[in-house]
């Protein structure tokens, strides 16, 4: 076991100034509890304190090595500061100390017996203590320590990391809203980059099927740190006081040997959780406040799709059923053909479900499992439109999919809030607030915020409803559907690419409110048509301008093409990472050109998914494919002209 083996970046500080042996400790302590080394801080002191008080722990030469055996102590570990100005640490030789480290042991061993030999061994060497004083950043630092001992211990093995280390060095989870292509796409990204890289990881999928390659608990108490590279909320109390780096759920495929790096250098923040079952939170506190509401939204939208797309495709097959039963079209559509009505009744079961969803899983992800009841009766709320006045909704206007997020995120913080104020209670109180306190006051306060807010939320929805179908009667319909067309391609899968297609199922769900429903099924005819154009414009591109792309780009290119026509806007991440500045402008014009054509030619779309394999409910059908066709295809040559051929290219 070497020195380096045991300090970490993170448990180096340079030129501290600390006035007093008992401030040296503290700052040493904190050292190890940042680094995420023990399991109680105030314990491991304790023990720090008592083996002072059996002599001091001061070497001489300016160097003292406070240390302690301890049941607070994950896994053995060192720490160290550097004090230019000196500590009195009641040495022997009367000096103050300027270099200072501190080993944290388990009791399940002699570790520290045996880095404290080493330790003396090589502070023996005054040269070498006095360049590590003089150390201008933490890697100097180690670098010193790495030197000399490869110098003076040249035969000593290397500890057991890598693949000698029991586990994996590296964990991972990804995650992405639909849990469709990203989720995956990352997750082999970080795999093939370890290998390359040599450092063991294992990546846990949340994808739509649910979470697999589960991390256990017994890989995440081995490993060096965990990678979070999601879009939406994920479990995170199970890594409390280990190190966490989360990131967006792109970087994992496209800065894979980075985040590992994170980890491996010990640059990941050390998580602490503040729930006991799931947690809020998503680690290494690198997160700005817009990218938390983001993945809070995102975690709503997840949970919200499979009751969408389900509910949606049962509605589009009542809509087909009519159709071959002669009623189409007709006032009475899915209540005379009785399989058609059962269809549309079922689908129309799952559409009402799906604001309550949203708002509830957006307050679980902001406030845990005590925002489910407040979030999902704010969402039941909006979705009926009840208020003071009328609280059966018999005559109000529904707030729609806008009231239920402001429920959700209201729900949330309220939440929060409560679970703060209820922390002042006394203990005895803790079994009941979960089961009553909780849910009672959620209930009650957000109940009056959505009935008094559902009345202007109604308001704004009718407007937006009308605004659209002017659009429509005007023929200003066709710029809308080239701006929807066009979001679904600027970042294929992120922010941009999910508001526009939130907003067109949204408008699936809520055709009924509308005074044309044909503009609702329009608006998800342009959001799905302009998610097909990147991938099919890449397979396009690499099939008939091939000394545009590598070997390995033509060869993926071929799969883009099912998954274009399977709506996974995702199949052209890939290109447009390597090639940003080229693949994204030429995708986005192709798309909004679809978008914009599918809204002239009067497209319509019942279907929230499924690309051409819902093509049966989809009005003129065939003129949706040309839409499709004449998108791609324009695609297609911008690449070629924005792109020069392998061979031209520097």
């Known amino acids: 076991m070497r020195i380096t083996d045991l300090l970490k970046k993170d448990g180096i500080a340079l030129n501290v100034n600390v006035a007093s042996k008992d401030e040296a400790i503290d700052r040493l302590v904190s050292l190890h509890d940042k680094c995420g080394n023990l399991k109680d801080a105030a314990a491991y002191k304790e023990g720090i304190l008592k083996r002072e008080e059996m002599g001091t722990t001061a070497v001489g030469m300016q160097i003292a090595i406070p240390h302690a055996k301890s049941e607070a102590v994950k896994a053995p570990a060192l720490t160290a500061i550097t004090v230019p100005n000196g500590v009195d640490y009641n040495a ?53 320590i790495d030197a000399k001992e490869k110098e003076k211990f040249p035969d000593e093995p290397a500890a057991k990391t890598d693949s000698s280390k029991k586990g994996y060095r590296v964990l991972a989870v990804t995650a992405c809203p639909t849990g469709i292509a990203h989720t995956y796409m990352a997750a082999e990204s970080l795999a093939k980059a370890g290998e390359q890289m ?26 060096d740190g965990i990678i979070i590279a999601a879009d939406k909320s994920v479990d995170t109390a199970r890594f409390n006081g280990k190190p966490v780096y989360s990131t967006k759920v792109s ?12 980890i491996v250098n010990g640059e990941a923040p050390v998580f602490h959780s503040e729930h006991s079952q799931s947690s809020s939170s998503y680690g290494g506190g690198n997160e700005s406040i817009g990218r ?13 799709l499979p009751f969408v797309v389900a509910g949606g495709i049962f509605i589009a097959i009542a809509f087909l059923i009519d159709t071959a039963s002669g009623n189409a079209g007709s006032a009475n559509f899915g209540s005379v053909n009785p399989v058609a009505a059962w269809f549309k009744t079922i689908g129309n079961y799952a559409f009402n479900f799906m604001l309550p969803i949203l ?16 979030g999902f009766i704010g969402g039941f709320l909006a979705s009926n439109g009840a208020t003071f006045a009328d609280p059966f909704a018999a005559s109000t206007v529904p707030s729609g999919f806008l009231g239920a997020l402001l429920a959700g995120f209201a729900a949330g913080y309220l939440m929060l809030l409560i679970e703060r104020l209820c922390n002042k209670l006394p203990d005895s109180l803790e079994g009941i607030k979960p089961v009553l306190l909780y849910p009672l006051l959620g209930l009650g306060i957000v109940s009056i915020i ?16 009308n605004g659209l179908t002017w659009l429509s009667e005007n023929n200003l319909g066709i710029i809308l559907g080239c701006i929807l067309g066009a979001m679904m391609s600027i970042d294929m899968g992120g922010p941009f690419n999910k508001a526009a297609y939130v907003f067109g199922t949204g408008a699936l769900a809520n055709a009924a409110t509308f005074a044309e429903p044909a503009v609702a099924y329009q608006i ?57 500045l080229k693949v994204i402008p030429a995708c986005a014009i192709g798309a909004a050109i679809s978008g914009g054509l599918s809204w002239l030619f009067g497209c319509t779309l019942m279907a929230p998914h499924g690309g051409i394999f819902v093509v049966a409910t989809i009005g003129n059908p065939l003129l949706y494919l040309l839409a499709l066709a004449v998108g791609s295809v324009v695609s297609m040559f911008l690449l070629a002209c924005f792109k020069k051929p392998i061979d031209k290219q520097n």
């Not at 938390?292 to 919200?304: F, P, R, T």
């Not at 708002?359 to 407040?374: E, K, V």
């Not at 008094?452 to 407007?463: Q, R, V, Y």
Request: hydrophobic share 40%; proline share 4%; with cysteine.
């Open 92 to 144: 022997a030789d009367g000096q103050k100390c300027t270099l200072l480290f501190m080993i944290a042991a388990t009791t399940d061993g002699d570790a520290h017996l045996e880095v404290l030999a080493r330790l003396m061994q090589l502070l023996m060497d005054e040269e070498f203590t006095a360049k590590l004083k003089k150390a201008k950043s933490q890697n100097e630092f180690l670098n010193i």
């Open 198 to 223: 040599g450092i063991t990881i294992k990546v846990e999928t949340n994808g739509s099927g649910g979470a697999k390659n589960v991390l256990t608990p017994e890989e995440i108490a081995d490993c």
């Open 251 to 262: 970087d994992g495929i496209n800065k894979p040997e980075e985040l590992i790096n994170k």
């Open 292 to 304: 938390q509401l983001y993945k809070h939204l995102m975690n709503g939208v997840s949970h919200m």
């Open 359 to 374: 708002a509830g899983y957006i307050a679980s992800s902001i406030a845990d499992r005590p925002g489910l009841i407040a």
């Open 450 to 465: 959505m009935c008094a807010i559902n009345p202007f939320m109604g308001m704004i929805n009718t407007g937006l409803n």
């Open 524 to 580: 998800m005819g342009s959001v799905m048509v302009g998610g097909m154009v990147p991938p099919l414009a890449i397979a396009l591109s690499t099939t008939f301008f091939k000394n545009r792309w590598t070997k390995d780009e033509r060869k993926n290119g071929a799969v883009n093409y099912v998954m274009g026509l399977s709506f996974i806007t995702e199949g052209a991440i890939p290109y447009a990472a390597s090639y940003p």
